[in-house]
């Protein structure tokens, strides 16, 4: 699906109100304030692929504020902010960037903040929901507020990736798009985990070359029922003592951070809309072999029954 919605039609006194109903509808609500208020224009491209929103969005200078009182969303997003003309501003739970063209940052849609530019601007920004990285990344938020290079490496790839999918979404269909937005996640999470800053935190790159190892082994054996941290362990070649201290840092240990990506990978898949696929087959899919357990433990997660949350959609 592809949207387009632009100013340049309208008499000058219509365009703010109409660009805010524009954005709200595009992204959430927020409050905007025009430098040049007698002067302004917009155009925004919109496309959806899948569960992943991609968006171009050119406008003369504007300050975006997300506030408390706007935030209630059932879902909440990560967005990926890619400037192509000028310098961006973000502010965020006490933390400030500036993103220069050929970079890209993360934000979160569920936090207040302030995002501006000064100057005439055009930016790519994609809107991924919170569960879905979840289940790509282990602990996303730790890529916050860091400014990600777009112009070589993954960050390239990424970037190129992106423009090719939107350049042919209209000669792919709505299973092409839930594949490709997919990938695209995929090339997102390798452009930050590779990220020189990454590897090098922490402690460097022995910490998180068993991490990396670690997530990938979960992640092949998510199915696997018995999957534990003594296994875990086994497999990455470490003892599972060390392991546990490698989750220390974390809001979580390792079987709560398995349980947490099991929920939203199941969450995933019902919200994907497949009917063809029982709720006892995503349960089993995703290492659940009780499908009653499943059942309890996402209703305490999500406050709705598998079942609920399918018929909700």
């Given at each position: 699906m592809?949207?387009?919605?632009?100013?340049?039609?309208?008499?000058?006194r219509e365009r703010q109100g109409y660009w805010r109903e524009?954005?709200?509808?595009?992204?959430?609500?927020?409050?905007?304030?025009?430098?040049?208020?007698?002067?302004?224009?917009?155009h925004l491209s919109q496309w959806q692929m899948g569960r992943v929103g991609i968006s171009r969005l050119e406008s003369s200078a504007t300050c975006?504020?997300?506030?408390?009182?706007?935030?209630?969303?059932?879902?909440?997003?990560?967005?990926?902010?890619?400037?192509?003309?000028?310098?961006?501003?973000?502010?965020?739970?006490?933390?400030?960037?500036?993103?220069?063209?050929?970079?890209?940052?993360?934000?979160?849609?569920?936090?207040?903040?302030?995002?501006s530019y000064s100057k005439?601007?055009?930016?790519?920004?994609?809107?991924?929901?919170?569960?879905?990285?979840?289940?790509?990344?282990?602990?996303p938020e730790r890529f916050l507020y860091m400014e990600f290079d777009k112009s070589k490496g993954m960050g390239n790839v990424f970037f190129s990736f992106l423009r090719t999918i939107v350049q042919q979404s209209s000669y792919t269909d709505d299973a092409a798009h839930g594949i490709l937005s997919g990938q695209l996640i995929d090339l997102l999470a390798h452009s930050m985990?590779?990220?020189d800053r990454v590897l090098m935190s922490n402690e460097a790159n022995l910490r998180n070359v068993h991490l990396c190892n670690i997530e990938a082994f979960v992640r092949e054996n998510i199915q696997r029922s018995e999957l534990s941290p003594?296994?875990?362990?086994?497999?990455?070649?470490?003892?599972?003592?060390?392991?546990?201290?490698?989750?220390?840092?974390?809001?979580?240990?390792?079987?709560?951070?398995?349980?947490?990506?099991?929920?939203?990978?199941?969450?995933?898949?019902?919200?994907?809309?497949?009917?063809?696929?029982?709720?006892?087959?995503?349960?089993?899919?995703?290492?659940?072999?009780?499908?009653?357990?499943?059942?309890?433990l996402f209703k305490s997660r999500f406050g709705r029954t598998p079942r609920e949350m399918r018929e909700a959609k």
């Amino acid at each position: 699906m592809h949207n387009r919605y632009s100013t340049h039609l309208l008499p000058q006194r219509e365009r703010q109100g109409y660009w805010r109903e524009v954005i709200e509808n595009a992204y959430f609500p927020l409050e905007l304030d025009f430098r040049n208020p007698n002067e302004f224009h917009g155009h925004l491209s919109q496309w959806q692929m899948g569960r992943v929103g991609i968006s171009r969005l050119e406008s003369s200078a504007t300050c975006f504020k997300r506030v408390k009182q706007q935030i209630d969303e059932s879902e909440p997003y990560f967005l990926i902010t890619i400037p192509a003309q000028d310098q961006v501003r973000f502010s965020q739970a006490d933390h400030t960037i500036v993103c220069n063209p050929g970079a890209f940052i993360l934000e979160r849609s569920d936090l207040p903040y302030e995002f501006s530019y000064s100057k005439d601007n055009a930016l790519w920004v994609v809107r991924v929901p919170v569960s879905l990285l979840q289940t790509r990344i282990r602990q996303p938020e730790r890529f916050l507020y860091m400014e990600f290079d777009k112009s070589k490496g993954m960050g390239n790839v990424f970037f190129s990736f992106l423009r090719t999918i939107v350049q042919q979404s209209s000669y792919t269909d709505d299973a092409a798009h839930g594949i490709l937005s997919g990938q695209l996640i995929d090339l997102l999470a390798h452009s930050m985990e590779n990220d020189d800053r990454v590897l090098m935190s922490n402690e460097a790159n022995l910490r998180n070359v068993h991490l990396c190892n670690i997530e990938a082994f979960v992640r092949e054996n998510i199915q696997r029922s018995e999957l534990s941290p003594d296994m875990i362990a086994v497999a990455c070649s470490i003892s599972t003592r060390y392991l546990h201290k490698l989750f220390k840092d974390s809001d979580q240990t390792v079987s709560q951070w398995i349980k947490e990506l099991r929920l939203q990978s199941a969450l995933n898949d019902i919200r994907a809309g497949n009917r063809h696929t029982t709720l006892a087959e995503i349960a089993y899919r995703w290492g659940f072999n009780d499908q009653a357990h499943f059942c309890r433990l996402f209703k305490s997660r999500f406050g709705r029954t598998p079942r609920e949350m399918r018929e909700a959609k």
